[in-house]
């Protein structure tokens, strides 16, 4: 994929020229992408895979205005869809479904009514108890090796463990949620899609099971949800916070993981004023946000946005990324102008689980921090490589060294704490050694 120089970027493109959002050069530095695509004003025109033409809004301005802009804007991609590539690799994450995501007005306003309802149900105490004793059995499997990858042993797993007990279901079926969300993902073709018969398999038996004896848990509370959801209904809700829930907060982890470990200035004792996870949580969020492009609009007639006249029912996708950063990448740490991020998106389909996404992925990334303090990264940040794709900032693999801990050592480990205790031994000890990549 050659990229032209910013100089050769023209204000109005050629007719149907189109920079793809695909390819290993945009995964290897989307910012420099980003920059050259300004250039086309607020809007520019983008392929996101073979084929697939879309437009994409890096202004933030503009970004909020489709993001509120209802009576203009539809999320419903079923009209799109009769005319797009059959069998592009997109097309799961642009699909139409009976949820709140791919829908408008009423329809969304029932299935995002339960879905936040229910998400607010989750006490945040809880939540947090349930992340340490995960995040201890996960740390179990590889703190007395001395590395890790911590994408495919932590990211990857954690959230989807995490998701099987919100569901309700004992932690024995957990692995079985692994292997079939593994199996969709790093698979193609006919195996892909058994991982998907797999998780509808999952997913139906949950429904069935909770559908004969209530619990106290997330599928439980959207059976009982005013909306009156249908037993099919809530399957389709669960399958979508899955997929809208899963990737991102692997990324969020592994991609604030990754500034930590590199950096010298999350290493000092609190007294010298350390930066901490939820430090490196929002400069992900700003500056490489785990859903780097997504909202993906349709308007309803030919519209004209600041600038760029837009097909109706042409995909319009908002580069989180970009508007975040029009203005500069920003520093990690607390900002002073009180700005929004919209790595959430926002307007009414913004995520409705921002704080227990954020919950998880700080509580887990101080879990293993705690317990394993001089953890760094095998490799310098610079050569970590990204995996390819319009939508997801999403790093391959997140190689960690650190000084093992074995089962029979002294003191507290993830071997003997209890699970309800929230604060390991290692907390308190000495600074962690320095630990730029090695
Ligand atoms: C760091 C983690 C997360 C990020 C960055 C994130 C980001 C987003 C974004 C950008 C949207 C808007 C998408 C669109 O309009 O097309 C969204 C919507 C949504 N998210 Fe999240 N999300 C995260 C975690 C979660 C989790 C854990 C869940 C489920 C428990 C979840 C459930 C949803 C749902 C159901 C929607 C659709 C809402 C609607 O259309 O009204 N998300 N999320």
Redesign the pocket.
């Known amino acids: 994929m050659t990229q032209p120089s910013p100089a050769a970027v023209p204000t109005h493109p050629a007719p149907g020229e189109r920079v793809p959002l695909y390819g290993p050069d945009f995964a290897a530095d989307p910012h420099a992408v980003y920059a050259r695509l300004r250039s086309y004003g607020a809007c520019a025109p983008v392929e996101l895979a073979p084929g697939v033409a879309a437009t994409l809004v890096t202004n933030y301005r503009a970004a909020l205005d489709v993001?509120h802009d209802t009576t203009t804007y539809s999320?419903d991609s079923r009209t799109w869809l009769s005319t797009a590539p059959k069998d592009s690799p997109v097309l799961p994450m642009m699909t139409w479904l009976p949820?709140?995501?791919?829908?408008d007005g009423e329809v969304?306003a029932r299935?995002?009514g339960a879905?936040?309802d229910s998400?607010r149900m989750i006490e945040p105490h809880e939540l947090r108890e349930t992340v340490h004793e995960t995040a201890d059995s996960l740390i179990r499997k590889f703190a007395a090796r001395g590395e890790v990858d911590l994408v495919g042993e932590y990211c990857q797993v954690l959230?989807l463990l995490i998701?099987n007990k919100?569901f309700g279901l004992p932690d024995s079926q957990g692995p079985r949620l692994v292997a079939a969300i593994a199996r969709m993902f790093d698979s193609q073709g006919e195996e892909a899609a058994r991982g998907i018969e797999d998780l509808l398999q999952y997913t139906g038996e949950l429904v069935a099971l909770k559908v004969e004896k209530r619990g106290n848990d997330?599928t439980s509370w959207m059976l009982d949800h005013p909306a009156g959801l249908s037993p099919e209904e809530v399957v389709t809700?669960l399958v979508?916070?899955?997929s809208?829930?899963?990737e991102?907060?692997k990324?969020?982890m592994a991609n604030a993981m990754a500034r930590m470990l590199s950096d010298e200035r999350y290493y000092r004792t609190i007294s010298s004023g350390a930066l901490t996870a939820i430090d490196a949580i929002t400069d992900v969020?700003w500056n490489d946000?785990?859903?780097a492009n997504?909202?993906?609009h349709y308007p309803r007639r030919d519209v004209d946005l600041h600038g760029t006249w837009i097909p109706a029912n042409s995909p319009v996708v908002?580069s989180?990324a970009a508007a975040n950063t029009s203005s500069g990448p920003s520093a990690p740490g607390p900002r002073s102008d009180a700005g929004a991020h919209?790595?959430?998106?926002a307007?009414?389909?913004?995520?409705?689980?921002?704080q227990?996404?954020?919950l998880?992925?700080s509580t887990a990334i101080d879990r293993l921090t705690s317990w394993l303090c001089d953890i760094r990264l095998a490799v310098p940040f610079d050569r970590l490589t990204w995996r390819p794709g319009p939508f997801h900032r999403a790093l391959t693999e997140l190689p960690a060294r650190f000084t093992p801990i074995a089962p029979d050592q002294k003191g507290s480990s993830p071997w003997s704490t209890s699970p309800s205790s929230s604060t390991p031994a290692a907390e308190t000890s000495p600074e962690r050694r320095g630990g730029s990549a090695a």
């Not at 949820?99 to 829908?103: G, M, Q, R, V, Y």
């Not at 919209?342 to 998106?345: E, K, N, P, Q, R």
């Not at 307007?347 to 921002?354: E, K, N, R, S």
Request: hydrophobic share 50%.
């Open positions: 993001l999320k949820n709140a995501l791919t829908n969304h299935y995002r879905t936040t998400i959230p998701f919100l997330l809700q979508t916070a899955l809208a829930g899963h991102p907060v990324n969020l969020l946000p785990p859903m997504y909202s993906i908002i989180y919209l790595a959430f998106a307007g009414p389909h913004a995520c409705p689980a921002q227990p996404a954020v998880i992925a």
